[in-house]
């Protein structure tokens, strides 16, 4: 597990959400109240429960689980354990997932969960007892066809196994359709776990495939975050041919303006402790912030949101910006790379390949019919070039930015099926 970079300063993810929202449905012709209707979160729950660790002693920790829509399916959203974890970062988790969903023509509402913890303080025996814990505690709002859970920051594919487990003995039978995520051997997809950095590098080679950098080894390439999306990013995109000039996590960047040997620094991480990138020999030690500000041609910000803000957008050298993480970028800082002539692939499209492969997962689950990797591989390009497609379409009607035009694109979906469905009773 990796706990990824933390912001240079809180800024409430909930208002970057809602203010990215005004932009874009500002655009668009909807009623008023479905317009309003879409602002809202469709229900939270907040959990207050015990765990006894290691030593006996019984804590108490903090969770949540917010459903965001449901208009278009059942809700879909990671689980997240972090210390900043906190209300308003899970509804705008929840929010983003819902546009990412609509985007990419998942039949999936929005959510997400997490718990305040800092699982790098636990043992493997503590964290299974807080998940299983957890997921007894939000079993009131999961259901294989109601809202399906998978990884995020701070989890995994076990926590997944863990989750699946624990829903199954309370329903007396076995349910792999209950997350996704889930280690192969529980009913797992192929491809899952490198599914969200895969996309990333899909959305980025189809960025510079079409203004013409037809030549991978001329792109410089730095990545923020070396967790579970940075890391398969920072694979991809190497074994395509770009320079993989730089990564980070906590314990800060690392840079090689020759390139990186990913392969290697994936070697290591397997090998150290808490799968971090501390003590890495064969590279210059720099800050996460150095590393956003680095001379590179395609940056990827793949840790938290909050990254790229007022403070430093205007030290960002890189021509495209690629979001692996879900809103690294705030609005004002939007507007000054835009300013700047920088393309942003926005989060909702850059990082859809994890929810795609996790549809395919939920579907193969249901059906008990399982694809190979090459299968799984051509589905989600199809899928995210597609979207892609969509959100330029989109991008050249209104005359916006990528981000505007990919919420308007997934907004409009959201919002006409709204009206059609029409407001109960």
């Given at each position: 597990?990796?706990?990824?970079?933390?912001?240079?300063?809180?800024?409430?993810?909930?208002?970057?959400?809602?203010?990215?929202?005004?932009?874009?449905?500002?655009?668009?012709?909807?009623?008023?109240?479905?317009?309003?209707?879409?602002?809202?979160?469709?229900?939270?729950?907040?959990?207050?429960?015990?765990?006894?660790?290691?030593?006996?002693?019984?804590?108490?920790?903090?969770?949540?689980?917010?459903?965001?829509?449901?208009?278009?399916?059942?809700?879909?959203?990671?689980?997240?354990?972090?210390?900043?974890?906190?209300?308003?970062?899970?509804?705008?988790?929840?929010?983003?997932m819902t546009w990412k969903c609509a985007l990419v023509n998942l039949p999936y509402g929005g959510a997400k969960g997490g718990v305040i913890v800092n699982p790098l303080e636990m043992s493997q025996s503590e964290l299974e007892r807080l998940t299983r814990r957890y997921a007894t505690e939000i079993s009131l709002f999961i259901s294989p066809h109601g809202d399906i859970p998978a990884p995020d920051m701070g989890?995994?594919?076990?926590?997944?196994?863990?989750?699946?487990?624990?829903?199954?003995?309370?329903?007396?039978?076995?349910?792999?359709?209950?997350?996704?995520?889930?280690?192969?051997?529980?009913?797992?997809?192929?491809?899952?776990?490198?599914?969200?950095?895969?996309?990333?590098?899909?959305?980025?080679?189809?960025?510079?495939?079409?203004?013409?950098?037809?030549?991978?080894?001329?792109?410089?390439?730095?990545?923020?975050?070396?967790?579970?999306?940075?890391?398969?990013?920072?694979?991809?995109?190497?074994?395509?041919?770009?320079?993989?000039?730089?990564?980070?996590?906590?314990?800060?960047?690392?840079?090689?303006?020759?390139?990186?040997?990913?392969?290697?620094?994936?070697?290591?991480?397997?090998?150290?402790?808490?799968?971090?990138?501390?003590?890495?020999?064969?590279?210059?030690?720099?800050?996460?912030?150095?590393?956003?500000?680095?001379?590179?041609?395609?940056?990827?910000?793949?840790?938290?949101?909050?990254?790229?803000?007022?403070?430093?957008?205007?030290?960002?050298?890189?021509?495209?910006?690629?979001?692996?993480?879900?809103?690294?970028?705030?609005?004002?800082?939007?507007?000054?790379?835009?300013?700047?002539?920088?393309?942003?692939?926005?989060?909702?499209?850059?990082?859809?390949?994890?929810?795609?492969?996790?549809?395919?997962?939920?579907?193969?689950?249901?059906?008990?019919?399982?694809?190979?990797?090459?299968?799984?591989?051509?589905?989600?390009?199809?899928?995210?070039?597609?979207?892609?497609?969509?959100?330029?379409?989109?991008?050249?009607?209104?005359?916006?930015?990528?981000?505007?035009?990919?919420?308007?694109?997934?907004?409009?979906?959201?919002?006409?099926?709204?009206?059609?469905?029409?407001?109960?009773?």
């Amino acid at each position: 597990m990796a706990v990824q970079a933390q912001a240079t300063e809180h800024i409430n993810a909930y208002t970057i959400a809602l203010q990215q929202y005004d932009r874009a449905v500002a655009y668009l012709d909807l009623p008023a109240g479905i317009k309003n209707f879409l602002r809202y979160p469709k229900r939270e729950l907040t959990v207050n429960f015990p765990v006894r660790m290691d030593n006996g002693d019984i804590n108490i920790f903090t969770g949540y689980r917010v459903h965001h829509n449901t208009v278009l399916g059942p809700s879909k959203g990671g689980i997240r354990y972090a210390p900043q974890v906190d209300l308003d970062e899970v509804r705008a988790l929840a929010m983003w997932m819902t546009w990412k969903c609509a985007l990419v023509n998942l039949p999936y509402g929005g959510a997400k969960g997490g718990v305040i913890v800092n699982p790098l303080e636990m043992s493997q025996s503590e964290l299974e007892r807080l998940t299983r814990r957890y997921a007894t505690e939000i079993s009131l709002f999961i259901s294989p066809h109601g809202d399906i859970p998978a990884p995020d920051m701070g989890t995994n594919s076990q926590t997944m196994a863990w989750i699946m487990d624990t829903y199954s003995m309370t329903v007396g039978y076995s349910v792999p359709a209950i997350v996704t995520g889930k280690p192969l051997n529980v009913g797992g997809s192929q491809g899952r776990t490198e599914a969200t950095g895969r996309g990333v590098v899909i959305c980025m080679d189809e960025s510079l495939r079409r203004s013409g950098r037809n030549r991978p080894e001329e792109i410089r390439v730095a990545i923020q975050g070396f967790g579970n999306v940075g890391m398969y990013a920072a694979k991809h995109a190497h074994d395509l041919g770009y320079q993989v000039i730089a990564v980070s996590d906590v314990t800060g960047g690392y840079y090689n303006p020759d390139g990186l040997d990913v392969d290697d620094l994936m070697a290591y991480t397997a090998t150290s402790r808490f799968h971090q990138l501390a003590g890495y020999e064969h590279a210059e030690h720099i800050s996460n912030m150095e590393l956003l500000a680095l001379d590179c041609d395609v940056l990827m910000p793949c840790a938290m949101e909050n990254q790229i803000t007022l403070e430093n957008a205007a030290d960002v050298k890189a021509f495209l910006i690629v979001e692996g993480a879900n809103g690294p970028t705030t609005p004002e800082a939007d507007d000054i790379l835009a300013a700047k002539g920088v393309e942003v692939i926005p989060d909702i499209l850059a990082n859809a390949g994890g929810v795609t492969v996790s549809y395919f997962e939920w579907v193969q689950g249901l059906q008990s019919f399982f694809w190979d990797v090459e299968e799984v591989n051509r589905q989600l390009r199809r899928v995210l070039i597609r979207a892609y497609d969509d959100v330029v379409r989109t991008r050249d009607r209104f005359d916006v930015d990528l981000r505007t035009a990919a919420q308007i694109t997934a907004i409009k979906r959201v919002g006409d099926a709204t009206f059609t469905r029409g407001i109960y009773p």
